[in-house]
Nanobody, 129 residues
Framework: EVQLVESGGGLVQAGGSLRLSCSAS????????IGWFRQAPGKEREGVSV????????YYAESVKGRFTISFDHAKTTVYLQMNSLKPEHPAVYYC??????????????????????WGQGTQVTVSA
C-alpha cells in the first residue's frame, strides 16, 4: 500500500522557519515527482513546490521562490520543504503528493492536483503576525 506521511507543521511567528518532511511507504520517493501543496480554509489547494530525483525537476510557486527550498535527504527516503521568512497568512494544511508511474511533470502542469495520484494526510502550518 502506498502511503505518504507529512510532519513538521506547527505554529511559528512571522519571519520564522519550519521544515516539513514527507516520507513514504510502499514505494521509493526517488522514482516519482513529489510535490508540496497547501490549502487554506475555503480556498483551492495550490502548488508550492515539486521535485524529482530521476530527471532533476524542481519548480516553485512564485510566492515562495527565494524563501522555500525543496530537497531529498541523502538516502532519498524523505522529501523536505524548508520554509524560511514565513509570512503571516491564513492557516493552511500542507500536503505532500506523488505522481504515479509514467507521468511527466512539466512547468505548465506541476501545480495541477490531478497530476498526482497519492496524497498524505497533511500537516497544519500557522504563521502568526
Amino acid at each position: 500500500e502506498v502511503q505518504l506521511v507529512e510532519s513538521g507543521g506547527g505554529l511559528v511567528q512571522a519571519g520564522g522557519s519550519l521544515r516539513l518532511s514527507c516520507s513514504a511507504s510502499g514505494f521509493s520517493l526517488d522514482d516519482y515527482y513529489i510535490g508540496w501543496f497547501r490549502q487554506a480554509p475555503g480556498k483551492e489547494r495550490e502548488g508550492v513546490s515539486v521535485i524529482s530525483d530521476f530527471d532533476g525537476t524542481t519548480y516553485y510557486a512564485e510566492s515562495v521562490k527565494g524563501r522555500f527550498t525543496i530537497s531529498f535527504d541523502h538516502a532519498k527516503t524523505t522529501v523536505y520543504l524548508q520554509m524560511n521568512s514565513l509570512k503571516p497568512e491564513h492557516p493552511a494544511v500542507y500536503y505532500c503528493a506523488s505522481t504515479g508511474v509514467a507521468r511527466k511533470i512539466v512547468e505548465d502542469t506541476w501545480t495541477d492536483v490531478d497530476e498526482y495520484d497519492y496524497w498524505g494526510q497533511g500537516t497544519q502550518v500557522t504563521v502568526s503576525a
